[in-house]
């Protein structure tokens, strides 16, 4: 993993916020922003029972739980990144973004709505 420093997340996340069509945020941007967003998401659970795709940009494996070793995991949650980071700032919810067909989530433990918001951006 290379996860970006807080200091350039941070730096990418003001970008894309600052930005009135979110879509044209730059790609090396949205790849630290994902990057650090997941980062977030693996310290608040770290594991490797369940791994988030963020494609094309990103994975990571987090909840702890049943070991895994090699190939893929008893669960995978994958979304775009536009859907990923509009849920880890809060700006839809997990489930509006499950029951919208725009979050696709199988096997084990794979609802995380608990997890999100990442970020609070009301504080």
């Known amino acids: 993993r290379n996860p970006p420093s807080k200091e350039e997340g941070v730096k990418a996340l003001s970008k894309y916020l600052e930005l009135e069509d979110k879509n ?22 770290p594991g490797n029972s369940v791994e988030v795709r963020i494609p094309p940009y990103a994975a990571i494996q987090v909840i702890s739980g049943i070991t ?4 893929t995991p008893p669960g995978i949650v994958e979304m775009s990144p536009t859907v990923f980071i509009q849920i880890a700032i ?34």
Not at 24 to 45: A, F, G, M, N, P
Not at 105 to 113: H, I, K, N, Q, V
Request: charged residues 35%.
């Open 24 to 45: 044209q945020l730059d790609k090396d941007s949205l790849r630290t922003l994902i990057k650090y967003l997941l980062e977030i998401l693996h310290k608040k659970v």
């Open 68 to 71: 895994h070793k090699r190939g």
């Open 90 to 123: 809060g700006k839809t919810s997990w489930h509006e973004a499950r029951d919208k067909g725009l979050v696709q989530a199988s096997g084990e433990r794979t609802d995380l709505f608990d997890l999100f918001p990442l970020i609070n951006l009301e504080g």
